[in-house]
């Protein structure tokens, strides 16, 4: 298992070459033996033991460990190792509690139901689903970096499962299906891929700008080096001209060489503008989908005029909370809620509002 907050690339190459059969042994933070299975060990002739750093800090007091960042051959491997090994895997929590004691008390510690008594009328576990989405992306310009960036997507409401990544390093995952459990409703892996789609997208444009202004700073100092340097070739040409003011054939040359000199200038400033141009690549490496088992709490609510309705909430026993429900109204996700006087169940916001029609919550 890697240290706590790790980078994804060092996050990936522990979880896979322990996947894949091989073995990982943690010296410091950064910084692993691997003793690599033939087919993720290279170079040829293998070397099937070696020692693996993740960060160049390390390498002062380990000169002899490689450098796993993007670009480097061993890591390159692992990814395309990786990437034949079939894009989507599945897998289920399991060894979670979903007998849970106190039910109703945990309820009103989460939830605030305004002016309505609330109980439980009964419990059921149902298998929800998540997408974790493993995207790699490549910023290509004068020089190729690479990243891994991980979405998970709860595919039950489409929210993105922030917390989930860090809890999973401690849980226990198997790959046999809980055919004891109903599955609960979820959106479409499509559906969960383009919300993870979008969340890269926002997540990179902080960092594509980042790199922007770098890229453009560095162009601005080589042009303004160059420009100086042609400048001077220039006018040195332009003196020699006047040197020659009786020589035909001479300033002809001369000439030549100045329009020469033009020509290669707007060249290599072409070539520098075209390296410096940054192309980003998003590509989905991998997808896990993983079905976690929860607690489905039904409750009868009961306003104060005696009005009734039913409400659903989700006990996660993973997380041991209660998720947030959504408003059938205004769509968002909330711990607080109200029944109107005809019964609906609502966010306090929406229940306020008068002749509203029941709908479902
Ligand atoms: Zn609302």
Not at 320 to 339: D, G, N, R, S, W
């Amino acid at each position: 298992m890697a240290h706590p907050s790790v980078n994804p690339i060092e996050e990936f190459v522990v979880d896979f070459v322990t996947s894949f059969g091989g073995e990982v042994e943690s010296l410091e933070p950064a910084v692993y033996n691997l003793l690599l299975p033939d087919d993720l060990a290279i170079p040829a002739p293998k070397q099937e033991l070696i020692t693996v750093a993740f960060d160049p800090e390390a390498l002062t007091e380990r000169p002899q460990a490689e450098l796993l960042i993007s670009g480097s051959p061993l890591l390159d491997n692992l990814i395309d190792v990786a990437r034949q090994q079939g894009r989507v895997a599945r897998c289920f929590v399991t060894g979670l509690n979903l007998k849970v004691h106190g039910i109703l008390h945990h309820f009103k510690r989460s939830f605030i139901f305004h002016e309505a008594e609330v109980a439980v009328s009964g419990t059921r576990s149902l298998l929800f689903l998540y997408g974790l989405f493993m995207f790699r992306i490549s910023y290509v310009s004068d020089e190729k970096e690479e990243e891994l960036c991980e979405i998970i997507v709860n595919c039950f409401d489409g929210r993105l499962a922030r917390r989930l990544s860090s809890t999973l390093k401690t849980t226990a995952l198997t790959e046999e299906i809980w055919d004891h459990c109903l599955m609960a409703r979820a959106i479409s892996v499509f559906e969960a891929y383009k919300i993870a789609r979008a969340e890269v997208e926002k997540q990179l444009v902080g960092r594509i700008n980042e790199r922007r202004l770098d890229l453009e700073q560095r162009l601005t100092q080589q042009i303004t080096r160059l420009t100086a340097y042609y400048d001077t070739a220039r006018t040195e040409l332009e003196e020699t001209l006047t040197k020659y003011a009786d020589d035909q054939k001479q300033q002809q040359t001369i000439k030549e060489k100045i329009q020469a000199n033009e020509l290669e200038r707007q060249r290599i400033m072409q070539e520098l503008r075209d390296k410096h141009r940054l192309e980003v690549l998003v590509s989905l490496t991998n997808l896990l989908l993983l079905s976690q088992p929860k607690v489905v709490v039904s409750l009868e609510v009961i306003g104060k005029k005696k009005q009734q309705n039913r409400v659903s909430v989700i006990w996660d026993p993973l997380e041991e909370c209660f998720e947030p429900v959504q408003c059938p109204l205004c769509h968002k996700h909330t711990y607080e809620l109200a029944i109107s006087r005809m019964a609906q169940v609502g966010c306090p916001l929406c229940i306020e509002r008068k002749n509203i029609p029941r709908l479902p919550l």
